[in-house]
C-alpha cells in the first residue's frame, strides 16, 4: 500500500532572512535619499524663484529711479561697494519694491510713485516670504534666513563676489576677486550659512 507524502515546505533560513531585510532597507533608504534630494531642488527653486524677483525688481527700480532702492548715505568706505543688503527688517528696501510708504514718520520715502516693482507672499512659520506684520518687512528664505544683496554702489560696474571666499574649493578655485555685476543677490541655503557650497545665487548656472 503507497503513502501518499506531503511536499516539504521549504523555509527560509536565518541568512535568507537577513539577505532580504538588508534589500529591503537598501531600497528603502535609497528611496528616502531620492526624496530628500526632490524635496532639495524644489526648496532651492522656490528660493531662486524669489532672489530673482529680487533683483528684478531692483534693476526695473533702478532704471526708473535712476538710484538703488537704498538710503542716499548707503556707501561704502574708501571707494568701495557699500556693505551687503540683508531683507532682515533693518531697512525699507522690500517695502519700497512692494511700493509700500515708509513705516514711521522722518524716513525718506523711496518709492513716491509707489510703483509695485516686486510682491511677496507672507512666510508659513517664519520660511520663505515676508515675516510678521513688523515694519519694515523682513523677508526670508525657505530656512527662515535673510536674503544677502550687493549692489554696485560705487559705480564701477562690478560688485564683490562671495564665490572667491566660498568654504567649497570646487566654487571658490579659479574665482575672481569681484562679478561684473551691478547687482547679485543669493541665499545661505539649507546649511543657513552664507559662503558654503549650498548657497542658491543669482549669478551661478542653475
Do not use: C
Request: cysteine-free; glycine content about 8%; aromatic content about 6%.
Amino acid at each position: 500500500m503507497k503513502t501518499h507524502r506531503q511536499p516539504a515546505t521549504r523555509a527560509f533560513t536565518l541568512i535568507e532572512l537577513l539577505i532580504t531585510i538588508t534589500i529591503i532597507a537598501i531600497l528603502a533608504s535609497l528611496t528616502a535619499a531620492g526624496v530628500t534630494q526632490l524635496i532639495d531642488k524644489a526648496n532651492n527653486l522656490k528660493v531662486r524663484t524669489v532672489l530673482m524677483d529680487l533683483k528684478t525688481g531692483i534693476e526695473t527700480y533702478q532704471t526708473d529711479y535712476n538710484r538703488y532702492p537704498v538710503s542716499a548715505g548707503f556707501t561704502g568706505a574708501n571707494g568701495e561697494d557699500a556693505p551687503e543688503l540683508l531683507t532682515d527688517g533693518s531697512n525699507p528696501l522690500v517695502d519700497t519694491l512692494m511700493g509700500i510708504p515708509p513705516a514711521s514718520g522722518g524716513t525718506a520715502d523711496l518709492n513716491p510713485k509707489r510703483t509695485q516693482f516686486a510682491t511677496f507672499n507672507p512666510a508659513n512659520n517664519g520660511r520663505h516670504g515676508l515675516v510678521g506684520a513688523a515694519r519694515p518687512y523682513k523677508l526670508t528664505d525657505m530656512y527662515g534666513q535673510p536674503y544677502h544683496i550687493l549692489l554696485d554702489t560705487n559705480g564701477d560696474n562690478q560688485v564683490k563676489n562671495p564665490d572667491a571666499a566660498n568654504t567649497d574649493p570646487k566654487i571658490s578655485t579659479g574665482q575672481a576677486a569681484h562679478l561684473p555685476l551691478k547687482i547679485a543677490v543669493y541665499s545661505s541655503g539649507k546649511d543657513q550659512i552664507p559662503g558654503t557650497s549650498d548657497d542658491v545665487t543669482s549669478w551661478r548656472p542653475k
